[in-house]
Each structure stands twice: as structure tokens, then as C-alpha cells.
């Protein structure tokens, strides 16, 4: 039997720690169903016989204190909410603990944006990390040593498993019940609670917000210029001439501050646009290609399907009110 320890981090989402729970349990249930052994042994494993999640709204039980001698297989780092450099503090009586059950060969299941309090232990150094779309800029700001996904939804490296996306931890979990149980397993468990199994990338569902926390004015203002006129084909002697810069110092510090170069970031912000069209429905596909700058549509079409994954008409099918 593997012992799983759910940690009951401050902060922590109520939701993320309570449906982990569900699923080993009802992994167990299965098992006996069928007249064998469970599998899970799950506890909930804390600082204190209590623990406060969503700022003192819920008061959950403990099973077993961390300084409790044992080791255990599998850690869940669960969701995180509010501020994440406050998380962290408040949570760092756990590293130690997570670090030293990681190197006696457990494995560790990082739910979401759990990831900033797991990348603060220093255990994802020089490792791949799924990140929230929404949360990718503040992580690398954070953690630059650390190899941040931000398309696919799970990462798996050496017994750290990680995941992007709110409830893209559904699937994580999933993932690790085909690993260690098999593909039968994880599709019973997936038809029982229907969750989609075969959900892969954050890239349909990730709105571009580009990267405005670095305070250089001047690439601030390339930014607005673009981000307002999508309908625009800035290329980079066009931006410099407007902003009055040499080619070569602009192009390095644009790609700098905003981690794209200035064709990908223009890229981005036009199929923004486009697939805020697509969700009106008042337009048609080529209307709207038309209206992003770009004459040749079947290359929109493949720039579209190279940042969503889906095809205008498929995106359209999928959000349009």
C-alpha cells in the first residue's frame, strides 16, 4: 500500500485538498469492487492537529503531524490562492519536511500554482514546471532557474509531477493513477467522475497578457503601440523609427523585458484579437483575418492553430456566445 501525505498548506484551496482526497479514496473503493486490496492510505499530514485554509473560512482536521517519524510515498502540494510570496512564508516550516521526504524517494504531486511554494524549496531547479498562463510571468520572476511549460498541461521528472491550470489537477491526478495502476484504472476513475483524459495543453484556454512588470518605458510603449493596433503590421523598423531607437538595442531589450521577439508578440496580440471576434460571432473568419493585418489566410490560419492549438472554425465552435 502507498501512503499518500496531502499537505494542508496556508492558503491552500479547500476544493484542491478535498477532491485529491476523493479520488485515492474512491481509487481504494474500486479496488475493493473487484476484490482486491486498496491501494492508498491517505492522510492529511500538518503542522498542527488543525489547519486554517482560505484565511480562517474553514477549519480542517489533521490525521498526522509532519514530525511524526515515517516516510511517505507521495506528497500533494495543493492549490494555492491569494498572495504567493505570502504563501511561501507562511509555509516554510513544510520545506524541510518536503525536501527530506523527497530524497527518501517520495514522489511529489504539485497541484497548479502549488508549483511557487514547491519552487521555493529549490526542488524544481533546472527542471520543467507547468505554470498557470495566467501566473507564468510572475513564476519566472520568481524562479528563473527554473524550466517553465506553459502549453502543456503536465510535466513528469524525476517523481516531481506538475500541472497548469486551475483544475488541470483532475488530469494530473489521473496521470498518476495510469502510471501506477495503469490506463484501465485511470479510465474507470476518469468515466466515474467524468473528467476529460485526454485534455493536453493550456493553449486553448490561455488568454495572451504579455510581460509589463520589467518598468522599461520605452519597451512599455512598443507594447501599447501593438497591443492598440492589431490591425497594424508593426514590423521592428517601423517600432524604431516611431520610438526613435537603433534596431539592434531595441530588438535585444524587447525580446529581454518581454521574454517574445517583436514578430511573436505581434503574432500573439493579433490572434487575441482574432479570438475575441470569433467569440462575438458577428463577423466572418476571413472578415476577421482580414481585420488582424494579414492577407494570406491560410498563414493566419497556421499562426492561430500554432498559439491555440484549434483552428479559427474550431475556436469559434468551442466560445462563441
Not at 500554432?306 to 479559427?312: G, R, Y
Request: aromatic residues 10%; contains cysteine; neutral net charge.
Amino acid at each position: 500500500m502507498k501512503h499518500v501525505s496531502i499537505l494542508p498548506l496556508y492558503e491552500a484551496t479547500l476544493s484542491s485538498i478535498d477532491t485529491t482526497h476523493q479520488l485515492f479514496s474512491r481509487i481504494n473503493d474500486f479496488m475493493r469492487y473487484q476484490g482486491k486490496a486498496p491501494v492508498y492510505q491517505i492522510d492529511v499530514v500538518g503542522l498542527a492537529p488543525t489547519a486554517e485554509l482560505a484565511s480562517g473560512r474553514y477549519i480542517l482536521q489533521v490525521d498526522r503531524l509532519i514530525d511524526e517519524p515515517g516516510k511517505t510515498d507521495v506528497v500533494v502540494v495543493p492549490l494555492l490562492c491569494g498572495d504567493f510570496k505570502q504563501a511561501i512564508e507562511h509555509n516554510q516550516p513544510y520545506a524541510d519536511w518536503l525536501i527530506d521526504q523527497y530524497h527518501q524517494g517520495a514522489e511529489i504531486l504539485c497541484l497548479c500554482v502549488g508549483s511557487f511554494f514547491l519552487a521555493s524549496t529549490g526542488l524544481l531547479n533546472g527542471r520543467k514546471c507547468a505554470v498557470h498562463w495566467a501566473a507564468v510571468n510572475e513564476f519566472k520572476q520568481l524562479f528563473p532557474r527554473v524550466n517553465v511549460v506553459d502549453d502543456g498541461i503536465i510535466t513528469d521528472e524525476r517523481g516531481i509531477y506538475t500541472c497548469g491550470g486551475g483544475f488541470s489537477y483532475l488530469n494530473l491526478i489521473l496521470y498518476l493513477f495510469e502510471k501506477q495502476l495503469g490506463r484501465d484504472m485511470a479510465i474507470l476513475a476518469a468515466k466515474m467522475f467524468e473528467i476529460d483524459l485526454d485534455r493536453k495543453s493550456q493553449n486553448p484556454y490561455a488568454i495572451f497578457m504579455g510581460q509589463k512588470q520589467h518598468g522599461d518605458e520605452l519597451i512599455l510603449k512598443a507594447q501599447n503601440l501593438i497591443e492598440n493596433e492589431p490591425g497594424t503590421n508593426w514590423t521592428v523598423d517601423r517600432l524604431c523609427q516611431k520610438l526613435s531607437i537603433g534596431r539592434r538595442s531595441f530588438e535585444r531589450r524587447f525580446k529581454a523585458r518581454t521574454r517574445n521577439t517583436v514578430v511573436e508578440y505581434a503574432q500573439r496580440v493579433k490572434v487575441e484579437f482574432a479570438k475575441k471576434q470569433l467569440e462575438a460571432g458577428l463577423k466572418t473568419i476571413n472578415e476577421i483575418i482580414y481585420e488582424t493585418g494579414y492577407t494570406d489566410i491560410d498563414a493566419f490560419r497556421k499562426v492561430f492553430k500554432k498559439v491555440t492549438d484549434l483552428s479559427p472554425i474550431e475556436y469559434r465552435k468551442k466560445y462563441m456566445a
